[in-house]
């Protein structure tokens, strides 16, 4: 039996624009999914065991995209299910929802597991491949961004440079706490590019000026965040929901939760993930903070997380060139 595991993420500032070559800022949070695979005695292919928890609908709705991600990797990875049938089983503690990198996690697990089971030799950035990979079946075009803090853990500024994929870890002195709360809506990502490809050609002095500001947000909030100046980072991940709001990135839910959080003393919030549905993510410092702005979220009925930010990273690279 071979076992693996993916750590869940938040994203801080620029997902949606890696494609764009905007870095992104994210961080893994201490959530994950954990897969065992199981050589089966008889039959061909793959099944699979789900008992994952999950916002209602979740699972179903991404059912189709499971197997074109599981079908992928294994693929990918040269086993012949034909001849060696597995069964996988997904668990752990990470919330299966829109937002938070449920299907990199997964994809790093299952990775995991197979080259445990099946004496693959990968390495780390091996695992990575991999998982990006099986990002496709999930996102059409994944820019690598989940996958990748799925993979290596920690907070990290991931971009894309002349198709070149890398990452740079930011280091924080001790972890901070965040909330994340769930709008109760599936988005999909697959159609994200597509939707930004329109207005980027319905205006494109407008797009470039967005994606100006938020390129000079991503090196504010970078500064900030590296010398652990939460005031200002959480400041700047507000200005930037604004944005999102108005390139119709964020989704009605999702603000009133921010507006709520900020109410109750969170430094920042925004929308997490590509938007219009899954996550929002407030910046809430001290445990006391945390507490009060997911409790009342809770009060309400909302999925909550209460999480961290700035744990151990899985390995000692602080970056590390992707492709």
């Given amino acids: 039996m071979g076992k693996g595991k993916g750590f869940g993420k938040t994203i801080l500032i620029g997902d949606q624009f890696v494609l764009w070559e905007i870095p992104a800022i994210l961080a893994a949070i201490p959530f994950q999914t954990e897969c065992t695979v199981e050589r089966r005695a008889s039959g061909s292919?793959?099944?699979l065991d789900d008992r994952r928890i999950e916002v209602p609908g979740y699972k179903k709705e991404k059912e189709h995209d499971c197997k074109v991600s599981f079908d992928r990797?294994?693929?990918v990875m040269g086993l012949d299910l034909r001849k060696t049938p597995?069964?996988?089983?997904?668990?752990?503690?990470?919330?299966?929802g829109s937002g938070v990198g449920a299907s990199a996690a997964i994809c790093v697990s299952f990775a995991r597991a197979c080259n445990e089971e099946f004496g693959l030799g990968m390495d780390i950035v091996d695992i990575n491949r991999v998982a990006w990979e099986g990002e496709f079946g999930y996102h059409g075009l994944p820019?690598?961004?989940d996958n990748t803090v799925s993979t290596f853990g920690g907070v990290i500024s991931y971009r894309i440079k002349d198709g070149v994929k890398q990452f740079e870890r930011v280091r924080l002195s001790q972890p901070v706490e965040i909330v994340l709360g769930n709008s109760g809506v599936t988005s999909n990502t697959a159609s994200l590019r597509g939707f930004l490809m329109e207005q980027e050609k319905a205006d494109p002095a407008l797009f470039n000026g967005r994606l100006d500001a938020i390129r000079a947000q991503v090196r504010g909030l970078g500064e900030a965040l590296a010398k652990e100046d939460l005031r200002e980072t959480g400041r700047?991940?507000?200005e930037n929901h604004r944005i999102l709001i108005d390139m119709g990135l964020s989704h009605p839910e999702l603000v009133r939760l921010c507006e709520l959080a900020e109410s109750l003393g969170a430094?920042?919030?925004?929308v997490t993930g590509g938007g219009r549905g899954g996550y929002m993510v407030a910046l809430t410092p001290g445990k006391e903070l945390q507490d009060r702005v997911a409790d009342a979220f809770e009060a309400q009925g909302i999925a909550t997380i209460r999480a961290t930010i700035g744990g151990a990273p899985t390995d000692d690279r602080q970056s590390a060139i992707l492709s």
């Fill in 86 to 96: 597995i069964h996988i089983t997904v668990g752990g503690d990470l919330l299966a």
């Fill in 45 to 47: 292919g793959w099944t």
């Fill in 236 to 238: 700047i991940m507000s």
């Fill in 143 to 145: 820019s690598g961004v």
């Fill in 73 to 75: 990797m294994v693929e």
């Fill in 267 to 270: 430094y920042g919030s925004k």
